[in-house]
């Protein structure tokens, strides 16, 4: 039987290094199959989707996912034209939408949310951005994109900027790192460095340094991950104005970069990565938002399947 039959992804802290490998080659075995062949997995099956925040790519991704290997998808992409609008709770609709699904996904604004939902749900439950705390399916893409894109990820230097301290993406890709042998270098104004509270037991697994500056580092990083400023999590609304635009990913700035290095980013950009940077050969975050289908959907036929595929 394959560990990942009928088990929840609330955080990427659960997963051990031989699971998300064993992702990764489910995912390459996808890329691999023919549409035929993949149909076949999910047929018949139904994945539930409860999206409180706003979201593109991880929402449209699952669906994709789920018709790629057969399967259908429904939910709720707006609050507003549900009953949760009348006032039913998060539970009251988990439990509905777990008796007419064979899996869940939701993503909400509350930490805790997703770890709450899945011990009411009856049936598996993947947190698709809980907060500010966790997106363990975007890092299991950007793992698998760095894979992918420069065939280890062990060796590597990798510069991550922008919001550390309000990017949900951040601390799952951090916890996914500290299985692999990296040198990390965070990078952001002092207001928005990485929660200690969030990070404090990763220190002894994970080298990483704290800089505000990202010229020392250009140079020399082997993936540079870049993130949106997140508005939406400010408290007020002034100290958003004071940071915004701290770090311009433009042409300039990837010209000093290595020429076999890459660049992410979860998306959706802002301002932080110039629209011309998207025809250099760094610029990866098309790319990496292509995989997700594919790294989705390796991660619900494992999810959905007792056996191997
Ligand atoms: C991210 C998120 O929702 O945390 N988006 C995504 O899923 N790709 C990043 C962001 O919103 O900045």
Redesign the pocket.
Known sequence: MNEFFNKDIISIRDLTKENLESIYDSTNKIIDMDSSERREIARGKALGYLFF?P????RLSFQSAMALIGGTSFGIADVQSSSIQKGESLADTVKIMSGYTDALVL?HTLDGSSRFAAEISEKPLIN??SGTEE?PT?AIQDLFTIKKELKKIDGLKIGIVG?LKY???IYSLLYGLRNYDVNVHLISPESLKIRTDSTYDIKKELSYTESESLDEYIEDIDVLYV??V?KERFPDEEEYVKVKGSYVIGHDVVKKMKEDSIILH???RIDEISTDVDSMQQARYFQQ?EY?KFTRAALLSLILNKDEF
């Open positions: 925040e979201s593109t790519r991880t993503r698709a951005g997106h975007q919001d990017g949900r993406t993130t949106r997140q979860p998306l959706p938002a997700g």
